[in-house]
């Protein structure tokens, strides 16, 4: 037993051992950067603050075992990472006070690993570790999330990087009904917390259980023992809808509000929301049309429904459909509807289709992946939005499946789901300042579909907007450079050399609305490349302050790397790791990639020749300069001697040999014995062979006596 529980505790100190054994990487923390706590004991102040000097570049502070450190590790500055602390008597039992924590800066990344390991051990440092790279990238782990191409295009991961959405908004789908046990939507289904004190749901078998005859709403909603919903098909308190040919309500549930992040099926536009069930289709046979549906908003609206999606509708004068929908929207909901698919322009010659014409209803088209309007969608003036709709994957009954479906009755509640994102973040935004910033926030797709000029409502839905733009930045790079900073010295970045990068970025106002994000403060930056061959020598950039609309460059501070020569033509990997806004609610860090393509050509490379030539060059120093000009022959007859640049031609160069072109290769040697003179022959098309000097001389030019058909070669075969 004593053996077996030895070994037992040799494994748990192997496995610690492991989880703590992460080496630098600049992939996953900053570069030259390390995170300590000292001991308030070592600092002897409440507000944690460390005066240090520094001697040979080296800081020095006064704590002997640290500064001794500091030299062996070349820590060459350092920062108090929380300055101002509410409660600076505060600590979590073990001592380690927020003020007392250091940015340390080393030298270089040569000496990470051991620094941070023997700060670790330092008796006035209460720990010491690499500081992380916090990324935001997330992706639900739904697996098939990939299939699901409309999150994507709409930005839902940009936005899921800030919120996933709230329980407490509810997301009514009026419709055929819901089969709310689903496993992708069962953890999102709304539960009426006025009738769960006495009843209870068989997940297993989709029945509702329990309750006491009550309307426990307080009498004004007209339903008894509603937990989850209400089926207007049956008048009954269980919504359920579990034949597999009426599973519209079920698809459209999954792209408002499947469970995001639960690692099943898909995801809604808004992972995590209330799921209200309204059941208008029967359970037992096939139904092609919607029970009571204004009867379901109105039930929605007044239970407390944020969202109503309704992905119903038909042609009618309106006057019915806007009575409820005000009601609705006077109730705190925002009415969401599918615009139709006749591909059918509303608005004109007596045409309009209702819900989605009404006026205080966002009424959503169709694109497709391309952001064209899908081929089915309807169109016109009363369209508020567009969103995907065609090819959108969700959840279905049959088997709790998923399937792929084409509608407005898809592009709806994709729509929906945002708003509720919208809800989420700003709770007290009522249901037509939703309806503007959905559309307010759309991005423009007009020039994609110019026949629809007018006819797509604002644009196509961008999730990440509508949720996020007046809480983050939105920075982009905007532009780049590179140039040469130490190799050849023609100011080309080539494979083999070092070369400076700087990069602009822009704060993104768009240009088509007008619609300006967050400032941006205290803009810092890091390049970052992996690539094989590539080495980053400085890789930080201060960019201070980024307005809405404005870009800067880091003209000052720019980047440099150095390069193998071996490097291939192929585009270079890079990442900009870009952090600001901090002490904000929501600071923003984002990780741009982008791609350096470094050039196999020299400057003034590639020389033109207007035509092809029939000869290989030839290299020679001509002017003794140590640099060989380029001598080849063009396809008009010409010779020419190009200097390395690509832009000057030798003295006296080119020269016209009266030919139309050259047969094969020029040749080259001091034919006259003078070791200073070089000569070049060629064989020219008029069969004649002619030698020039080094300084564009022609020595003679004779015939051949015959047809060539071969450049020359120059020898004495051992003669002289």
């Known amino acids: 037993m004593k053996m077996r529980n030895l070994l037992i505790l040799l ?127 997330f992706v639900p782990n739904d697996p098939m999330v990939t299939q699901q191409y409309a999150l994507e295009r709409i930005k839902s991961y940009q936005a899921w990087d800030y919120f996933m959405g709230s329980y407490d908004v509810i997301i009514a789908i009026t419709d055929s009904g819901v089969k709310w046990n689903h496993p992708d939507l069962r953890n999102n289904i709304w539960i009426n917390p006025a009738e769960s004190h006495d009843m209870s749901l068989d997940w297993t078998n989709g029945t509702v259980l329990g309750g006491d005859g009550v309307d426990d709403n307080g009498g004004t909603y007209g339903k008894v023992d509603d937990l989850v919903g209400w089926d207007f098909f049956n008048n009954d308190n ?32 808004s992972p995590i929301a209330s799921i209200l069930s309204c059941k208008g289709a029967s359970n037992t046979s096939n139904s ?25 509708g038909g042609p009618g004068n309106g006057s019915y459909s806007n009575n409820i929908v005000n009601y609705c929207t006077n109730m705190g909901a925002l009415v969401v509807t599918a615009a139709g698919n006749e591909n059918t322009e509303h608005g004109v010659a007596g045409y309009n289709d209702y819900p989605a014409d009404c006026t205080n209803a966002l009424c959503v088209a169709a694109t497709n ?46 729509a929906a789901g945002v708003a509720a994102m919208v809800k989420g973040m700003h709770p007290a935004m009522l249901p037509l300042e939703i309806k503007e910033r959905l559309e307010q926030t759309a991005d423009y797709i007009y020039d994609l ?85 590539v080495s980053i020598v400085d890789s930080t950039a201060s960019y201070g302050s980024l307005l809405a609309g404005s ?52 400057s003034g490379f590639p020389f033109n020749l207007g035509g092809a030539s029939q000869s290989s060059p030839i290299l020679e120093d001509l002017d003794g300069d140590g640099g060989s000009e380029i001598i080849f022959a063009d396809h008009l007859g010409n010779i020419h001697a190009l200097k390395a640049n690509g832009n000057t031609e030798h003295p006296g160069f080119p020269i016209a040999t009266g030919a139309s072109g050259i047969v094969g290769s020029l040749a080259m040697s001091n034919l006259t014995g003078d070791p200073n003179l070089k000569v070049f022959v060629a064989c020219l098309s008029n069969n004649n062979v002619i030698a020039i000097d080094e300084n564009a001389n022609i020595l003679w030019n004779v015939p051949a006596g015959g047809t060539l058909r071969s450049g020359p070669i120059i020898s004495d075969l051992g003669l002289n």
């Open 288 to 312: 092609t049309g919607v029970t009571n549906g204004y009867g379901q908003m109105q039930y929605a609206a007044e239970i407390g429904a944020h969202i109503i999606n309704a992905s119903w």
């Open 369 to 414: 992946a391309g952001d064209y309007k899908a081929s089915f969608s309807d169109f016109g003036a009363p369209i508020d939005i567009c969103a995907p709709g065609e090819g959108i994957l969700s959840t279905i009954i049959a088997n709790n499946g998923y399937d792929s479906y084409n509608g407005t009755s898809m592009s709806s509640p994709i």
């Open 449 to 533: 579909n110019p026949d629809y000029e007018g006819k797509l409502g604002s644009g196509r839905l961008n999730a990440f907007a509508a949720t996020m733009f007046d809480k983050i930045p939105n920075i982009v790079i905007d532009d780049f450079s590179i140039e040469e900073i130490e190799g050849d010295g023609d100011g080309v970045a080539n494979p083999g050399e070092t070369i400076r990068l700087k990069v602009q970025l822009y704060n993104y106002l768009d240009p088509y609305t007008g619609l300006a994000w967050s400032n941006a403060t205290n803009v810092e930056t890091k390049v970052r490349c992996t690539y094989p061959g």
């Open 11 to 137: 494994l748990l100190l192997f496995s610690i051992s492991l989880i703590f054994a992460r080496n630098f990487d600049p992939n996953y923390f900053h570069s030259r950067s390390i995170v300590a706590s000292f001991k308030m004991e070592a600092i002897g102040r409440m507000d944690g603050v460390i005066e240090f000097t520094r001697e040979d570049g080296v800081v020095r502070t006064g704590i002997t075992s640290f500064d001794d450190l500091a030299r062996k590790y070349s820590i060459i500055g350092m920062e108090q990472m929380h300055p101002q602390v509410k409660d600076p008597t505060w600590h979590d039992g073990k001592g380690w006070y927020l003020q007392n924590i250091y940015r340390l800066i080393l030298s270089s990344d040569e000496r990470m690993d051991d620094a941070v390991a023997e700060l670790e051990k330092d008796q006035n440092l209460n720990y010491a570790e690499f500081e992380t790279i916090n990324r935001r990238y």
């Open 551 to 602: 870009s800067m460059w880091n003209n000052t501070q720019p980047f440099t790397f150095q390069t193998v020569s071996t490097l291939p033509s192929e585009p270079l990997p890079f990442e900009l790791v870009v952090s600001s806004n901090q002490d904000a609610e929501y600071p923003y860090n984002v990780v741009l990639p982008f791609t350096v393509n470094l050039s196999l050509m020299q």
């Open 238 to 269: 269980n919504p359920m809808q579990n034949w597999a040919n009426n599973d519209h309500g079920t698809h459209v549930a999954g792209c408002a509000a499947a469970v995001g992040n639960n690692g099943i099926g898909v995801t809604g536009t």
